[in-house]
C-alpha cells in the first residue's frame, strides 16, 4: 500500500519549478488518490 494510497491531495506548484498539472499528472497513477485542489503559484 502506497502512502497516498485513498488519500485526498492538495497540489501547490511553483512557476520557476514543478507546476501544479506535472504533479497532478504523477499523481493521477496513484489508485483511490483524488486531487482536491491544484494550482500553480509564483514565490518571489
Not at 1 to 13: Q, S, V
Not at 28 to 34: D, L, R, S, T
Amino acid at each position: 500500500m502506497g502512502i497516498l494510497e485513498n488519500k485526498k491531495i492538495a497540489i501547490l506548484g511553483d512557476r520557476d519549478g514543478i507546476p501544479g498539472p506535472a504533479i497532478e499528472a504523477c499523481v493521477a497513477g496513484i489508485p483511490g488518490a483524488e486531487v482536491v485542489f491544484s494550482t500553480t503559484e509564483c514565490f518571489v
